[in-house]
DNA sequence: TTGCTTGCAAAGGGTTTGCATAGGA
DNA sequence: TCCTATGCAAACCCTTTGCAAGCAA
């Protein structure tokens, strides 16, 4: 666990939008300057190997999550901004995912797709 | 319609792999040899938009099916093969999912991952 | 020293885009 | 003719990688 490493870790464990890997990159650098794009990649590939963070694959650019947690998101298609869901995690999902496909199921995610509330906003205001 | 979106379309609905923008290209080109990437993306694109196609953007690389009913897919992170689910979908994710997050929800993903009963043979025959 | 991590910069690879041309209404 | 879609190639952008230097054990 590297100085880099740590502010990484610290930084993404800060907010609670789910940066993109340059978006983390501007916030680290306030504290290490010299940080490079490369390992921010780097550790960001490492921390979620280990499962301490989360990868979310989306359309567009990769984001990350402090909280590996399996927890569900939800993504803004137009301003792409994403948000952790309070919702139960559906019980027995991967066991029927593996019974229907033949895979063994090692995880799953799930991501909903809308207009979040300031591009509602934004919307209505224009269509007036 | 034009001829090239329609024989595109057309090999999308022939194979039951969900295959990225380049593999479909492949097999686009026995029959228009002509066609480009370009093309291919652009109308993918339209496709997708339309909502005649699905557009998976999962981890790597885009992924297109030509199922566009809701269903569900288990993607191998050995090899990349991405599979149907037969699977009942979740009934009112999409209405519990706006509940908890103030979003106007448009549509969801559920995708596993796994390692398919190919690769799983592979790793067994590598262990002995 | 030894081995891993960094910074830097270049390469990589999938996707998008500009533009002149072709084809259909 | 007018307009849209195409082919071609270059541009784009995010991400990965090679390598020499730095740091810790």
Redesign the pocket.
């Known amino acids: 666990m ?1 100085m ?2 740590r502010v990484i870790l610290e930084e993404l464990a800060k907010v609670t939008s789910h940066p ?3 978006q983390l990159y501007q916030l680290v650098r306030r504290q ?1 300057p ?6 921010v ?3 960001l ?1 490492i921390l979620s190997q280990t499962g301490m963070i989360l990868r979310l694959d989306g359309e567009g ?2 984001r990350f999550d402090a909280n590996a947690n399996n927890h569900y998101h939800i993504c803004c298609t137009l301003c792409g901004r994403t948000d952790d869901l309070q919702m139960k995690l559906i019980p027995k999902l991967e066991q029927n995912a593996a019974k229907a496909g033949g895979y063994q199921v090692t995880g799953h995610q799930l991501e909903f797709q809308g207009i979040c509330p300031a591009c509602l906003a934004k919307a209505d205001s224009q269509a007036e």
């Not at 010299?34 to 390992?39: D, M, N, P, V, Y």
């Open positions: 590297t880099q490493r993109t890997a340059d290490l010299r940080i490079s794009l490369g390992t990649y780097r550790n590939d650019q990769r």
